[in-house]
C-alpha cells in the first residue's frame, strides 16, 4: 500500500509564501514522476509542477511559472514545492501526485490552501 502524507497548507495573504511538503512511502515500485496538482470545487484537477526522477526538467504550469519551484529528494521519496508571491486565484486544495515505474498515479489526501486578504 502507498501512502502519501501532505503538509504546509494553510491560510496566507496574497503576495505572502508558502511551502509544500510529501513524503511518499509503503510499497512503491520506484517513482518515475513526483509533483503536485490543485482543484477547486467544480474544476478539474490541473497540474501545477511535476520532477521527473531521471534528472529531467521540471514541468510547471504556466500560471506559476516565476513563483512556484519543485525540489525532490529522491533517496527520501519527498517533494517539497515552494509558492512565492501567492495570489487569490492560487486558492484551491493542493494533492501530491505521484507516477510509479509501472505509471500507476497514487494521490494523497489534499491540503487546503487560501490566499485571502
Known amino acids: 500500500q502507498v501512502q502519501l502524507a501532505e503538509s504546509g497548507g494553510g491560510l496566507v495573504h496574497p503576495g505572502g509564501s508558502l511551502t509544500l511538503s510529501c513524503v511518499a512511502s509503503?510499497?512503491?515500485?520506484?517513482?518515475?514522476?513526483m509533483g503536485w496538482y490543485r482543484q477547486i470545487p467544480g474544476k478539474e484537477r490541473e497540474l501545477v509542477a511535476t520532477r521527473p526522477s531521471g534528472g529531467g526538467r521540471p514541468n510547471y504550469a504556466d500560471s506559476v511559472k516565476g513563483r512556484f519551484n519543485i525540489f525532490r529528494d529522491i533517496p527520501n521519496k519527498s517533494a517539497s514545492l515552494e509558492m512565492t508571491n501567492l495570489k487569490p486565484e492560487d486558492t484551491a486544495v493542493y494533492f501530491c501526485n505521484i507516477v510509479d515505474s509501472l505509471g500507476l498515479h497514487y494521490w494523497g489526501q489534499g491540503t487546503q490552501v487560501t490566499v485571502s486578504s
Open positions: 509503503g510499497s512503491i515500485f520506484g517513482i518515475n514522476d
